[in-house]
């Protein structure tokens, strides 16, 4: 509590009042000497309680048996289930939440305390979630099964401070019953992702289930409080906060449909899997044999679903993981991301001119260009290896969180193919759910042709991206890095689509098609008739100069198509200047229910 006293009080009679109102009022008191002080003349704590040396009051034996039971709670599923979790490559779960929540996120197996708790788990709920399903002290229970154990249900919910932020979290115990979901611990579930969307705080899954537990199935599967209303929380929590998954087994069945509904996923290698079956139902239903790795493992969902976006090399790198990324999300929508002290980039922006070759077909690795951009060591890249065409990821600069969609020009010379469109996409609307300003960084010939990209959806997914960027209204920034064929330059944010600049570097381009194309669709019958090869090719190289002045960014700009061309070694203090000066740009959509093109 802030207090102001006169302009001429002492230090010690600020000292007495702030420590009388702590004692008072039980809270933290600054006084300050005037209204315009700046710091604090004095502070105060509030004094310990000290109890009466003559109490002699303590825990019954009422105490003492709830005690008991809470301690055999925390113990999970039966013994035996818990001494294969390590040659899984697992920690039992209330190791993991130490792990998670302990003191640095040092913690590990035997690390939590005696009620279970690791350092920042606030509290939780539910620990006695169908206690009288199989505890011994419930009046149901004739006879005590070691086997029969479901402490909690196998699940935990509860809340956490995790990295200086509150959240709330949700573990399966792979020890009962594999992790699988059954009445009590649906409702846990359900409780906490109601309470998510009242209180706007992110909510962490970490998943190790093996879907529903047929034999209950009546009590929970399709109940209007039911399993099914996990996904509709899901959605309602779409866009509301932050929604993080980490998978630890294979998550079969329903329990695969919180990973992908989460807005990240991140599977641990060796360890996670999701799919919509397990190989035993695959088997039944295709007569296909096939290993769990196979058909849902990392490498799958990483490389070709899309449904990864991280992936971890064990159990203690997913939490990393996750540390980094939270530092670049607001808790809720309508929140500004956090910002960081700003670092130089790791290379000078001195070298980018240099970096970027003049022939437009030519590659470079993006990646360079980003070092040469961003602050030090901040680009996080989510689905690096899917849609490899384009690069999306989280990075700083000068300290602000922005999200990147840039052209990458070692695979296939950038051009987009369907599941990088799909990509971007859904990057773009996950940045503008959570207020992350964009940077669109544009070096493509335009979207792929031919028969299969168009089986593989190229309209729809193309649309899809154009879509996103369209309906963004976060800040924006686009820069035109060298080629901006065809409708690439709609989806990368192009001058039609109202970011808050068009830049251009001196290697830009920006036209219908890249020259060699236009020549051959405009020229080819004209060049096709001069019969001498040297006079054909010399023709050749002067139409294709004709039409590289029409496209090139000097043209752009003489038209006003774009705001400026701005120097190579000056594009990250151009970028600093604009997102700052934009950052509280008004943006809106026109008013409607939604779009249906999603």
Known sequence: MKVHVGAAASAEEASAIAEAMAEHFGVDIEVYAGDDADDPLATAEPPEIEYPLDDDLG??????????????????????????????????????????????????????????????????????????????????????????????????????????RDLHFMANDFTVKAGSMAGKGVEKFLRMQQRALKNGKPVLYLMDSSGGRIDQQTGFFANREGIGKYYYNHSMLSGRVPQICVLYGPCIAGAAYTPVFADFTVMVERMSAMAIASPRMVKMVTGEEIEMNDLGGPDVHAKYSGSADLVAEDERHARQLVADLMTYLPDKAGKKPPRSDTKPPTYS??????????????????????????????????????????????????????????????????????????????????????????????????????????????????????????????????????????????????????????????SGEIGIMGPEAAINAVYANKLAAIDDPEERAEREDELREEYRRDIDIHRMASEVVIDEIVEPSRLREELVQRFDFYADIEKSVPDKKHGTIL
Not at 402 to 415: D, H, L, W
Request: hydrophobic letters at 35%; one cysteine or more; a negative charge.
């Open 59 to 164: 825990p019954t034996d009422r105490e003492r048996a709830l005690r008991a039971e809470i301690d055999d709670i925390l113990q999970g599923g039966p013994e035996k289930y818990k001494q294969r979790l390590p040659d899984q490559g697992k920690l039992f779960v209330r190791d993991r939440l130490d792990l998670w929540f302990g003191e640095a996120g040092t913690g590990g197996p035997g690390d939590a305390d005696r009620e279970g708790a690791a350092d920042g788990v606030k509290f939780e709920d539910g620990k006695f979630a169908h206690f009288d399903g199989w505890h011994e002290n419930s009046p149901d229970v004739d006879e005590y099964d070691e086997g029969n154990r479901l402490p909690a249900d196998g699940l935990i919910t509860g809340a956490a401070e995790f990295e200086g």
């Open 349 to 506: 922006p001195e070298g980018i001119d240099e970096l970027i070759p003049e022939a437009p077909n030519r590659p470079y690795d993006v990646h360079d260009l980003l070092d040469r951009i961003c602050d030090a060591e901040s680009v996080f890249e989510l689905k690096s290896e899917y849609g490899k065409e384009i690069v999306t990821a989280f990075a700083r600069i000068d300290g602000r969180p922005v999200g990147i969609v840039a052209n990458q020009p070692t695979e296939r010379s950038g051009a987009i193919f369907p599941d990088a469109a799909e990509k971007a996409a859904e990057f773009i609307w996950t940045c503008d759910a959570y207020e992350v300003p964009l940077l669109y960084l544009c070096d493509t010939p335009g979207f792929m042709a031919g028969s299969q990209v168009e089986k593989d959806a190229i309209l729809e997914k193309g649309k899809k991206f154009i879509y996103a960027t369209s309906s963004a209204t976060v800040p924006q920034q686009t820069v035109v890095v060298r080629k901006a064929y065809g409708a690439g330059i709609y989806a990368m944010g192009g001058p039609a689509y109202e970011p808050e600049s068009v830049i251009g570097l001196p």
